[in-house]
Nanobody
Framework: QVQLVESGGGSVQAGGSLRLSCEGSGFTFGTVCMYWFRQSPGKEREKVASIDMDGMTVNSDSVKGRFTISRESTKNNLYLQMNKLERDDTGMYYC?????????????????WGQGTQVTVSS
């Protein structure tokens, strides 16, 4: 059974940093596409970043240069380092996995999702 559990969310002032973590189980963590998504009230879910089995990453334009996705496969952990946070970064952040996909992650929709962790950025 695939499980994804996020942690690390919280409240921070604009300009600050947070590091989100996602622990996965039930699949071979280091060989599939992994993602971070976010959703704010009244807005559509947004893909934030992806990482493939080779470590290639893609970020959305809204977070480019500020957020970094990484993976520590030996610990089945996915991370999202968020710097220079802005109020528009506020939302629920979700970890996701595409267990059947290894490369070309950005255009693919993952099938497994965590429960999310809340990030609130205040001015």
């Amino acid at each position: 059974q695939v499980q994804l559990v996020e942690s690390g969310g919280g409240s921070v002032q604009a300009g600050g940093s947070l590091r989100l973590s996602c622990e996965g189980s039930g699949f071979t963590f280091g060989t599939v596409c992994m993602y971070w998504f976010r959703q704010s009230p009244g807005k559509e879910r947004e893909k934030v970043a992806s990482i493939d089995m080779d470590g290639m990453t893609v970020n959305s334009d809204s977070v480019k240069g500020r957020f970094t996705i990484s993976r520590e496969s030996t610990k089945n952990n996915l991370y999202l380092q968020m710097n220079k946070l802005e109020r528009d970064d506020t939302g629920m952040y979700y970890c996701a996995a595409a267990a059947s996909r290894r490369r070309g992650c950005w255009s693919f929709t993952p099938e497994y999702w965590g429960q999310g962790t809340q990030v609130t950025v205040s001015s």
